[in-house]
């Protein structure tokens, strides 16, 4: 039987987030880190069971038992997407991943600084950082109220 048809229990080893083969169909893969960085995505992917799967979806699977939910997304806690540690993923809605990010959503108009969070109007200041500030504590609100790691 193919590598690529065997469980993916037995051809992979977890440690420290990532996944290295130990019984790839390529002998000179064992040892080597599973998958690799394609230009097009900052995630890393890899062929498991014949598909593209992405790396994070598969460390998922291997320590949760099931492939992540088709509806919601596997969140990287800290917005780190090379960090594939279990405890730094976590299963969420479209909507709570597109709020852990960065991004400071405020914007400069009419010599105020706008903060506004997925559509949502918070207000306008006159200091940028105090609109950052609201931003940010409001993003960090939703995640919260709609995750059990707020």
Known sequence: MAASNRKIEEQ??????KLYWVNPRKKSLIGKECGNLPKSTDYRV?????KKKFVHHVIWYLHKGSWPDSSMNIDHINMNKQDNRIEN???VTRRVNS?????????????????VVAQVH???FSNRDEAVQVAQLYKK???????SYG
Not at 12 to 17: E, I, M, N
Not at 46 to 50: F, S, V
Request: proline share 0%.
């Open 46 to 50: 890899m062929k498991c069971e014949n």
């Open 12 to 17: 992979v080893r977890y440690a420290d987030g």
């Open 122 to 124: 918070l207000g306008v």
């Open 141 to 147: 609100s939703i995640i919260s109220k709609e995750t």
């Open 89 to 91: 993923l976590r299963q």
């Open 99 to 115: 709020l852990n990010n960065k991004a400071e959503n405020v914007s400069l108009s009419r010599n105020k600084w706008r903060a």
